[in-house]
T-cell receptor, first 116, second 114 residues
C-alpha cells in the first residue's frame, strides 16, 4: 500500500535559519504530493502541492520539488520565522488508475519550533 | 477560515455511548472525507463520500458509520465508544474526487471518552 515517511522530529531552529524537512513516499501510479501545516489548536492548512514529477510547489517562502526518481518531496525554507512554528505533514493522494479517489495518506508529522 | 465547519468542537462522553459528529463542506464541494488524528496512530483516513455516495473506505471500525445528505453535509456516527476512540476527528472537503484536488480541513472535533 501507499506510505509516507517523514524525518524524525522535533526540529528546533533559530530565527532566520535554513529549514529542511525530509519526506519520502511509496506509491503505485502517479500520486499527487502535498505539504500541510497544523498550527496549535487548529485544523490542517494546505501549504503547497505538486501533482506531477519535477513540479515545484511553493508558498510563503516554502518550496518542495516532486522527485520521482528518488520518491521524495522535501520541504525547504531559506529563512524561518517564529511564526513558522507548527506541525508539518507530508501527504500523498492516490495516483491515476487507483481506486481511492483522492484520499490522503499522511506522514507522521514533524514538529518545528523556531526560537527568536 | 477554510470554509469547512464542524460541530461540536469538543465532546466528552462515557464508554459504551454513541455520538454524532457533523460536517458542512465548503460551498460547491461535492466530496467529503473523514480523518482521525491520535497520538499513537497519527492522521488516518476513515471514509469518503462523493455527492451522497460512499466512495472509499479506510481504517474505519465497524462501530463507526457515516453518511452524506442531499445538502452535502456529512455525519460521522461513533457507537459503543471505547477509551481508545478518544481522538481529534477532522472533516475535509474538495471540489471533486480527483487526486490533484486540494482538501480543505475543518477545525476538528475533539472527542474524549471517559
Amino acid at each position: 500500500g501507499n506510505s509516507v515517511t517523514q524525518m524524525e522530529g522535533p526540529v528546533t531552529l533559530s530565527e532566520e535559519a535554513f529549514l529542511t524537512i525530509n519526506c519520502t513516499y511509496t506509491a503505485t501510479g502517479y500520486p499527487s504530493l502535498f505539504w500541510y501545516v497544523q498550527y496549535p489548536g487548529e485544523g490542517l492548512q494546505l501549504l503547497l502541492k505538486a501533482t506531477k514529477a519535477d513540479d515545484k510547489g511553493s508558498n510563503k517562502g516554502f518550496e518542495a520539488t516532486y522527485r520521482k526518481e528518488t520518491t521524495s518531496f522535501h520541504l525547504e525554507k531559506g529563512s524561518v520565522q517564529v511564526s513558522d512554528s507548527a506541525v508539518y505533514f507530508c501527504a500523498l493522494s492516490e495516483g491515476a488508475g487507483g481506486t481511492s479517489y483522492g484520499k490522503l495518506t499522511f506522514g507522521q508529522g514533524t514538529i518545528l519550533t523556531v526560537h527568536p | 477560515d477554510s470554509g469547512v465547519t464542524q460541530t461540536p468542537k469538543h465532546l466528552i462522553t462515557a464508554t459504551g455511548q454513541r455520538v454524532t459528529l457533523r460536517c458542512s463542506p465548503r460551498s460547491g464541494d461535492l466530496s467529503v472525507y473523514w480523518y482521525q488524528q491520535s497520538l499513537d496512530q497519527g492522521l488516518q483516513f476513515l471514509i469518503q463520500y462523493y455527492n451522497g455516495e460512499e466512495r472509499a473506505k479506510g481504517n474505519i471500525l465497524e462501530r463507526f458509520s457515516a453518511q452524506q445528505f442531499p445538502d452535502l453535509h456529512s455525519e460521522l456516527n461513533l457507537s459503543s465508544l471505547e477509551l481508545g476512540d478518544s481522538a481529534l476527528y477532522f472533516c475535509a472537503s474538495s471540489p471533486r474526487a480527483f487526486r490533484t484536488d486540494t482538501q480543505y480541513f475543518g477545525p476538528g472535533t475533539r472527542l474524549t471518552v471517559l
